[in-house]
């Protein structure tokens, strides 16, 4: 069955970094698109950033643009999301989502807050 798990969440200060991971299985992963979603208490989730099955093109919300990077690897079934700079309003749960045989699938998410 198809599962994600994420990890690399945690306690960071504003302007520092954390660089979350995403490993895949069950589905053919180098064939599909990949996405980081982040939900904040009270707040709708929101994507966060995506990438094409091949890495060939990604696209971010203009909040994280020029802060977040989003990457993967299909030999090892992993999707990264690189942050920096971090503000206390990117707290959230953030969870990797795929799309596959006409189901969207999540990930069990993974805390990050940025407070000083």
């Known amino acids: 069955q198809v599962q994600l798990v994420e990890s690399g969440g945690g306690l960071v200060q504003p302007g520092g970094s954390l660089r979350l991971s995403c490993a895949a299985s069950?589905?053919?992963?180098?064939?599909?698109?990949m996405s980081w979603y982040r939900q904040a208490p009270g707040k709708e989730r929101e994507l966060v950033a995506g990438?094409?099955?091949?890495?060939?093109?990604?696209n971010y919300a203009d909040s994280v643009k020029g802060r977040f990077t989003i990457s993967r690897d299909n030999a090892k079934n992993t999707v990264l999301l690189q942050m920096n700079s971090l503000k206390p309003e990117d707290t959230a749960v953030y969870y990797c989502?795929?799309?596959?045989?006409?189901?969207?699938?999540w990930g069990q998410g993974t805390q990050v807050t940025v407070s000083s």
């Open positions: 989502k795929t799309f596959w045989r006409g189901y969207n699938y």
């Open positions: 990438i094409t099955y091949n890495g060939g093109r990604t």
């Open positions: 069950g589905f053919t992963f180098s064939s599909v698109a």
